[in-house]
């Protein structure tokens, strides 16, 4: 057999797994939490780490990026070749809290390497997945004989996603001309397991509000009054009974307009997922289905818009009872949204419904919190074919699917500010307890990682060129 | 002109004003907050008070009646007729806390008499109440002649109303043989206004309930479960929006079974009321009526039964947004019931109802409190003409018209173990502040329930016998 591109690739990271290996192990001892002020230094000393290791991989430029919370690091090799399209990894090097007695098996700062697998915080989530790009790239030059990507590699890794991106919109909003980009490759997800391996084409948006209802001026009392003025908490019931028909689509009038819908192509590929409705339950932790009528379970949570109440409340919630009609009540609600839906345009829909509903003698007010837009980049795209195609390389040719994802986050950012479409390419699989006790790595899926981007950054300057 | 028996009973009233108003001062000036454990000693010197008072009236028997909590005070004049109605006469001794800086213009427990006025915490509620009747059973011997009363006329006053008189049933149960009356008359209500004397018909009673619905074993995210699984908190909603129709009727079969309704004429009773819609909603703090189709404000509030929401939780309430699908929500519900309607067959309907609407995959568990059954006294009830004859006669002939009560309390209790009719005689005006700083009561009222109770027991025993 002579050296095929991807036999010099296997040979280039099996000879340098071990220092990679190490590598990462050094940065997973940094607990670098960011929702913990006690741990700001090692959120500041991971961005260092992580800074310096980048242009020791080769990266010409490796800066630190302040923000009024934890810094970021970002990374960039131009290609040298002045059509090279231009590709920025999104990735985050801050990690969820964690402690031994949260039910630990080993120290979660101290990762253990056993069984193929590296316990560690941070080790799928999100570390592992940031740091394979840097034994990647360096495949790539070696089995391209290239001193510099086939692509202008960019790479934005933030400090702050697990406590909820705070400053990240206004950091690339900031530095929206150096991260600009054709494609965003989110390496920070996962795929549908360790046999199916997949790639996520999308995200859902998010709009939240929370509404108050005012009733009397105090709590009343139900015998003198109840039964005939409107009880504010009643009145907050009723709303949310509204949002849904009998179908469990939201009534709101508008809220489905521009949905792009689910092609039947698509409707395909998510049916012929290996589905088992028992495991995902468990997984929900619940214990039944209930959605919209016409639609999958898969299909509800990836591509169908929804409704739900996250909080309410109102009235008398101590115990035993009292019998008032409650001065006031609230409901939060939150709406996924999905590719063709304009958070603006759901939440003035949503306004005026409310509005529409409220009694004669019940006053309201609806506050919005910040929206996320969906994001989503159709199956025929140019990048998404070649992340598919790269990762069907490193995965023996496996035929690659594709999933959604059905939560929002801020790669919905860089594709509004940036105009790029973005790709999520992620290796880790639904047992790597993200946010959990034992977090880990499959040492196997993460080298697949290391070898997809390997390919990728040819593939895509191939094919985006 | 000849000395008529009302002519003796207003001479003797006039006669003994002074010293009549001399004790009640002296009796409201005793703190007996039931509420609150540092005014224990207080109540019990209250019902001590006033059992030596009623001996001194001439009740040959006046004790204290010892309860778990503030005791209560028997007394008992027996007529001497064997054919006489025995009367059972329910106040209560307790009263509701006050303070200076709650607002009040003079001290709450140092009674000011002015204007015709006597401002004391307990002068209307229902301290003032009570002791007209010693007055006036003496204005009646005094009227006719008589060294006993002309019914077998007993009295009790409990000392834990202001409480939620949490022994009275009990209390009840116990001395049900000392007890035993022909009618109760409940002097612890008021009339529609200082012009428009009335006398109250009856009383709802409630029955309410807790509901707990359970959905998944934890808060899950919303982005990646939501819409796909039934959230407890809307599942929650969606029973308190069910509860009613479009009619603001309620919805749960059977709730209407039995109930007894408005008659023609008392619907015209009621409607002849002088009702003041803008005034009724500043008393209720509320800025907008809403109720059952087809019948009245007033209507709704005293002689139709309803559902009301009295608290409802569940999720996220906390500041900003959250979001999840709550493990959990809760409601609090109360119905109010009215004459014809049991309150276990009610509980027993609103069970089957919610588990017929609770979707699979939702847990739940519904825990009622102990219930309070509707009382009513139908207009034409020989003891309910004696009460609207007497006061008529001490409101120099006024017609006197009907109300009815919309809250629930203890004279159900005493209409329930006893299977006596309940009557209420009241001579409190909306302005009397219970509850509020500034209780008063008003003198010439105060002396007209005097007048009442001397032309009742003669009326009564003639009318019953």
Redesign the interface.
């Known amino acids: 057999m002579s050296d095929t591109p991807d036999s010099v690739v296997r040979t280039y990271i099996e000879r340098h797994r071990a220092a990679f290996l190490d590598d990462l192990v050094a940065w997973l001892r940094i607990p670098s939490v960011s929702a913990q002020p006690e741990h700001a230094d090692d959120v500041r000393r991971s961005a260092e780490w992580l800074a310096a290791k980048l242009s020791e991989t080769g990266f010409p430029v490796a800066e630190i990026w302040p923000t009024p919370g934890a810094p970021a690091v970002f990374a960039e090799w131009p290609s040298g070749d002045p059509d090279a399209p231009t590709v920025l990894v999104y990735g985050h090097h801050d990690v969820q809290p964690a402690a031994r007695e949260d039910g630990w098996h080993s120290d979660p700062f101290e990762p253990l390497l056993t069984d193929g697998r590296l316990y560690a915080r941070g080790a799928a989530d999100d570390k592992g997945q940031v740091f394979f790009h840097t034994l990647g790239v360096r495949a790539h030059l070696a089995a391209t004989g290239r001193t510099a990507p086939a692509v202008n590699l960019k790479l934005i890794v933030e400090g702050e996603e697990e406590s909820g991106s705070p400053h990240f919109r206004a950091l690339v909003e900031e530095h929206a001309g150096r991260l600009a980009a054709d494609a965003v490759i989110v390496s920070d997800t996962g795929m549908w397991s360790e046999t199916t391996p997949t790639v996520c084409t999308g995200m859902?948006g998010?709009a939240?509000c929370?509404i108050t209802f005012h009733?009397?001026?105090?709590d009343?009392?139900?015998?003198?009054?109840?039964?005939?003025?409107?009880?504010p908490?009643?009145v907050?019931?009723?709303?949310?009974?509204?949002?849904?028909d009998e179908d469990?689509r939201v009534t709101v009038p508008g809220f489905y307009d521009g949905v792009t819908p689910l092609t039947e192509a698509e409707r395909e590929i998510i049916a012929e997922l290996p589905f088992d409705e028992a495991a995902w339950?468990r997984t929900?932790?619940?214990?039944?289905?209930?959605?919209?009528a016409g639609f999958s379970?898969l299909e509800?949570?990836w591509a169908?818009p929804?409704a739900?109440?996250?909080?309410?409340?109102?009235?008398?919630?101590g115990p035993?009872?009292?019998?008032?009609?409650?001065a006031s009540?609230?409901?939060?609600l939150?709406f996924?949204l999905v590719d063709g839906q304009d958070p603006d345009k759901i939440e003035r829909a949503v306004t005026d419904w409310v509005a529409a509903q409220v009694?004669?003698?019940?006053?309201h007010e609806i506050v919005f919190?910040a929206a996320t837009r969906p994001c989503l980049t159709p199956l025929d795209h140019p990048a998404l074919q070649s992340v598919a195609r790269s990762m069907s390389r490193a995965f023996d040719g496996h035929r690659i699917r594709f999933t959604r994802?059905?939560?929002?986050g801020p790669a919905a950012d860089l594709q509004d500010v940036l105009g790029a479409p973005v790709l999520f390419l992620g290796i880790s699989v639904p047992s790597d307890g993200w946010h959990a006790p034992d977090e880990k790595v499959e040492l196997e899926l993460l080298l697949k990682g290391v070898e997809t981007t390997a390919h990728l950054w040819g593939d895509m300057a191939e094919t985006m060129r």
Not at 236 to 241: C, D, K, S, W
């Open positions: 859902r998010v939240d929370e009733g009397p001026d105090q009343i009392h139900s015998g003198s009054f109840g039964g005939a003025v409107p009880n908490a009643a907050a019931a009723r709303i949310v009974a509204a949002l849904h469990e339950l929900a932790k619940s214990h039944g289905t209930l959605g919209e379970t509800r949570v169908r929804t739900e109440v996250n909080g309410i409340g109102g009235g008398y919630q035993g009872g009292k019998t008032i009609v409650p009540a609230m409901v939060k939150s996924r009694p004669a003698g019940i006053r919190g994802e059905g939560g929002s």
